[in-house]
Nanobody, 123 residues
């Protein structure tokens, strides 16, 4: 079983940056594709970014492309999301998740989820 714990959220102003972390425990996730999702109040959860097991291939939602960067450190069993040029519409609870496959599959579900971390961007 894998446990995922996000951290790094907070209250920032428009244009600021934040770096989210997702620490995995229970077993190594180095062979798993991983992703970030977010859910704003009253909205459905949406895909933000994903990364293959080795970190070489990354995928982004159009809304964050060029502003957010997903990365991972398999030695630390940790996933990251660097968020720059934040906008009020980025306000949401951010979740990390893992797929039990090494290569990101946009049509497959995720097997493990974290509890989320709140990001609030004020205008």
């Amino acid at each position: 079983q894998v446990q995922l714990v996000e951290s790094g959220g907070g209250l920032v102003q428009t244009g600021d940056s934040l770096r989210l972390s997702c620490a995995a425990s229970g077993r190594t996730v180095s062979s798993y594709a991983m992703g970030w999702f977010r859910q704003a109040p009253g909205k459905e959860r949406e895909f933000v970014a994903a990364i293959n097991w080795g970190g070489r291939n990354t995928y982004y939602a159009d809304s964050v492309k060029g502003r957010f960067t997903i990365s991972r450190d398999n030695a630390k069993n940790t996933l990251y999301l660097q968020m720059n040029s934040l906008k009020p519409e980025d306000t949401a609870v951010y979740y990390c998740a893992a797929q039990r496959t090494p290569y990101y599959d946009r049509d497959a579900g995720y097997d493990y989820w974290g509890q989320g971390t709140q990001v609030t961007v004020s205008s």
